[in-house]
């Protein structure tokens, strides 16, 4: 008797504490009015301040193509005579005329860039892609030589984006007129793009039908390029930033979930601030950091390579903390430019003293010539030479994966150009991996589904009464005693 009034005792004083802390045993059902989304969507978060670090890669050379990505395309011209070959998509489709020119193109977007591409890339650590696009996707006259069809191509790669966990930001990469020059732009040609007004408001038009694409797949794309490498040497910057503030009131107008990404006009970071506009928000600053474009650094040996990494990033990461974010949307592990085609069809190389207004040999050897380490064929690479990739790599990622927003290397892919190619560097070693953040989409209907069984699973939980806790803890007091 003595037990079983401890054991009542017992019971009662828990009893007691249970009714004066109600949450402590007890799983409040959901309320009649909360929904899934209430569950799933906390209110005033934004999607971007869970961004983490950027790691992508360039889909390169799809949606534009350029001879040294794929230069197969350009061979099969073959002619003896250099001003009868094409050197951009521009006079490619020219020479081929539009209905064999989409034939071919159209097998080439098909085929270059895979779903399997994509989830080997998640896997080596890859969470963000940049897919370059010329205009004429969203925007053709029919004065112009190009064709179009690239849009349902750029969607099955969002749908397989959105399926393995990346992230995208598309990149308006040639604008009408061109707006630099180069064969990036799609028409190797003096440039012609804020010439004329025309040309100005085309390109809005292609922004704007690219933000669409990002509101209609708005679980995809998380960032808008508005126009890469447009020219500081043709242009005053003002005039830039003109149509940079045009190009944001309509991206803005259309979503506030996306960063709106602007290009450094190839201006020195100390003068970046001249680029940018105080009310922007969510918005990120692209640089593209080469070493084997400019006279002087493709002199340089291995070891000076690897401390000019540092110094050229210094003003770079400074502004990164003092104004919005940076990165580095383009670089590469080559510090030569020996790559096929890599300063255009048809010229030569600083390396070896070919190129045009270069009257000798620029490399940092007597003997300069690209084959072995600088040649297309990486069976050919020294083990010295792929250690010197790695670390040259390394110290790169060092500063843009640690100090900046994040980086895109520049390119997923190439037929024969091994420093450019991203997928190849990581299966030879000279690229790291990194541990997989892509993490795929989950269905509506699967999230549906997960979520209604997160609230179900709750009704099935033991409903802690007063009744319950009481002969609950009694029968064990009980036992105890």
């Given at each position: 008797m003595l037990r079983f009034c401890q054991a009542v005792t017992l019971a009662l004083s828990v009893l007691s504490v249970a009714h004066a802390s109600p949450g402590l045993f007890s799983v409040?059902?959901?309320?009649?009015?909360?929904?899934?989304?209430?569950?799933?969507?906390?209110?005033?978060?934004?999607?971007?301040?869970?961004?983490?670090?950027?790691?992508?890669?360039?889909?390169?050379?799809?949606?534009?193509?350029?001879?040294?990505?794929?230069?197969?395309?350009?061979?099969?011209?073959?002619?003896?005579?250099?001003?009868?070959?094409?050197?951009?998509?521009?006079?490619?489709?020219?020479?081929?005329?539009?209905?064999e020119?989409?034939?071919?193109?159209?097998d080439h977007w098909d085929t270059f860039v895979t779903k399997e591409h994509l989830e080997t890339l998640a896997e080596s650590g890859i969470n963000w892609i940049?897919?370059?696009?010329?205009?004429?996707?969203?925007?053709?006259?029919?004065?112009?030589?190009?064709?179009?069809?690239?849009?349902?191509?750029?969607?099955?790669?969002?749908?397989?984006?959105?399926?393995?966990g990346l992230k995208v930001e598309l990149d308006l990469h040639g604008a009408p007129g061109s707006q630099n020059g180069y064969d990036n732009s799609g028409h190797r040609v003096t440039p012609e793009w804020l010439h004329s007004r025309t040309n100005v408001d085309r390109t809005l038009d292609a922004v704007r039908k690219m933000t669409q694409l990002a509101v209609d797949w708005e679980d995809a794309v998380y960032g808008i390029q508005i126009l890469n490498e447009p020219s500081r040497w043709k242009w005053p910057v003002s005039d830039i930033l003109e149509f940079y503030n045009e190009a944001y009131d309509i991206v803005r107008s259309m979503t506030n979930?996306?960063?709106?990404?602007?290009?450094?006009?190839?201006?020195?970071?100390?003068?970046?601030?001249?680029?940018?506009?105080?009310?922007?928000?969510?918005?990120?600053?692209?640089?593209?950091?080469?070493q084997m474009f400019d006279n002087y650094i493709i002199t340089l040996n291995e070891t000076a390579h690897i401390d000019m990494v540092a110094t050229m990033a210094e003003n770079v990461t400074r502004f990164d903390r003092?104004?919005?974010?940076?990165?580095?949307?383009?670089?590469?592990?080559?510090?030569?430019?020996?790559?096929?085609?890599?300063?255009?069809?048809?010229?030569?190389?600083?390396?070896?003293?070919?190129?045009?207004?270069?009257?000798?040999?620029?490399?940092?050897?007597?003997?300069?010539?690209?084959?072995?380490?600088?040649?297309?064929?990486?069976?050919?690479?020294?083990d010295h030479y792929k250690r010197f990739l790695r670390r040259y790599i390394d110290s790169q990622l060092s500063i843009y994966d640690r100090e900046l927003a994040g980086w895109?290397?520049?390119?997923?892919?190439?037929?024969?150009?091994?420093?450019?190619?991203?997928?190849?560097?990581?299966?030879?070693?000279?690229?790291?991996?990194?541990?997989?953040?892509?993490?795929?989409?989950?269905?509506?209907?699967?999230?549906?589904?997960?979520?209604?069984?997160?609230?179900?699973s709750a009704?099935?939980?033991?409903?802690?009464?007063?009744?319950?806790i009481f002969t609950s803890v009694l029968a064990f007091a009980l036992v105890l005693f």
């Open positions: 409040e059902e959901s309320s009649s009015t909360e929904t899934i989304e209430d569950i799933t969507e906390p209110t005033g978060s934004s999607r971007l301040s869970d961004i983490d670090i950027i790691r992508g890669v360039n889909l390169g050379g799809v949606f534009l193509i350029e001879p040294f990505i794929r230069p197969s395309l350009f061979d099969q011209f073959n002619s003896s005579i250099p001003s009868d070959m094409p050197v951009d998509e521009w006079t490619f489709t020219e020479k081929l005329g539009k209905e020119a989409l034939r071919q193109l159209e940049r897919i370059p696009i010329g205009y004429w996707a969203f925007n053709l006259t029919d004065d112009e030589p190009f064709v179009n069809g690239q849009v349902p191509y750029i969607e099955r790669i969002l749908g397989w984006a959105q399926e393995t979930d996306v960063y709106f990404v602007i290009h450094d006009t190839f201006l020195g970071p100390n003068e970046w601030s001249t680029l940018v506009s105080s009310n922007w928000t969510n918005a990120l600053m692209d640089t593209h950091i080469y003092s104004s919005i974010g940076v990165v580095v949307g383009e670089f590469s592990a080559a510090t030569h430019d020996c790559t096929k085609y890599i300063n255009g069809l048809g010229r030569g190389s600083r390396w070896e003293g070919t190129l045009e207004y270069v009257d000798h040999p620029l490399c940092p050897f007597e003997n300069c010539t690209c084959t072995g380490d600088y040649g297309s064929d990486y069976t050919e690479f020294s895109f290397y520049w390119n997923f892919r190439t037929e024969s150009a091994p420093e450019w190619d991203y997928m190849l560097g990581v299966e030879q070693g000279w690229i790291p991996k990194f541990s997989r953040t892509a993490i795929p989409m989950t269905s509506d209907e699967e999230s549906e589904i997960s979520a209604t069984d997160l609230v179900s009704s099935l939980l033991p409903k802690f009464t007063p009744y319950v």
